[in-house]
């Protein structure tokens, strides 16, 4: 088992939304990828006539989406009034309702693609996320800073309840293979580059969200040497990349024998999949983070149907 963390500081989640408002980062990257949406996808024509039309789901599954649906309304539809039947992180059964939709037909005509393709998109990545966490317990899920959808997808994730893991690069700092290479110079050995990152880096700004990753037990060892001469008290993040779930073990299991284990993260990462999960729960990590759960991910079908009763 990991060390015992009420929270890992792979959790963003407060820097996207706090108690359901928007900050200012995630409203300014939705009003970006609105924006893209809306340029795409705008035209066709349509009629002044009132009427009521609602979205269903068409499969079951983790809902995500309400925020930013909000977001594309309020920016671009003020004749328009909608009434939520979900909540983001709402279990959600074929033929449920979602949502219901007020206006003039011509505008809701026009806000139907780009509100069905938020919805579907980031509800898929939900339900795949919850499928996810539910198959590693006890350690926790994080995504990767590789997506389609910016922090959109990093959203859809937390509300499946994975961890965001970093935002962007300034939000964490994490030292990888070609940060290493890059920083390395000829004279110095891949140990004094080690002791020389580390040692120059701010732990007041960076303390709370440290990661540097390794490829093999060797060199995790001297990540773990000399971050306990640079901060003691704080704890680092170690990323093992590729170790598989044995290697992990390995390495966990070196460091509690040397009694440094409960100041240490460590995070699995490289070919983690759902199939192979039950084999990580054993090897002693804190969590695994892996792409998969935001790309690739079968999207959730939703429908949008004008006129009350109409639903088959």
């Known amino acids: ?75 671009f539809f003020d004749n328009i009034d909608v009434t939520w039947m979900v909540e983001n992180g709402d279990v959600i059964n074929k033929g449920d309702v979602v949502v219901k939709i007020y206006g003039e037909a011509d505008s809701i005509l026009l806000m139907e693609r780009v509100l069905l393709n938020i919805i579907s998109r980031l509800s898929g990545i939900s339900s795949n996320t919850s499928r996810w966490v539910e198959a590693s317990k006890p350690i926790k899920i994080a995504s990767t800073r590789k997506t389609n959808w910016g922090l959109l997808d990093k959203w859809a994730v937390h509300v499946g309840g994975g961890l965001t893991h970093r935002l962007n690069r300034g939000d964490a700092l994490m030292i990888k293979e070609n940060d290493l290479f890059s920083l390395q110079n000829s004279l110095e050995s891949e140990e004094e580059c080690l002791s020389n990152i580390i040692s120059s880096i701010d732990i007041e700004k960076y303390g709370g969200f440290v990661v540097i990753e390794v490829t093999d037990i060797e060199q995790g060892m ?9 901060a003691s008290n704080e704890k680092i993040t170690i990323m093992v990349d590729n170790f598989g779930p044995a290697k992990a073990k390995e390495f966990c299991d070196i460091l509690i024998s040397e009694n440094i284990r409960n100041s240490i993260i460590i995070e699995g990462s490289g070919g983690v999949t759902l199939d192979n999960l039950p084999d990580w729960k054993s090897s002693g990590v804190d969590l695994v983070s892996s792409s998969s759960l935001n790309l690739g991910v079968s999207r959730m079908d939703f429908s949008m149907i004008f006129g009350v009763g109409n639903i088959g």
């Open 1 to 75: 088992m990991g060390i015992c963390m009420l929270r890992l500081p792979h959790d963003r989640s407060e820097k996207l939304s706090n108690k359901g408002i928007l900050t200012d980062l995630f409203a300014d990257s939705i009003d970006r990828w609105l924006h893209s949406m809306v340029e795409d996808d705008f035209g066709g024509q349509g009629s002044k006539k009132i009427i009521e039309a609602v979205v269903y789901s068409n499969s079951l599954g983790i809902f995500c989406g309400k925020l930013v649906v909000n977001r594309f309304i309020n920016n």
């Open 222 to 230: 001297k990540v773990v040497k000399n971050w306990k001469l640079k």
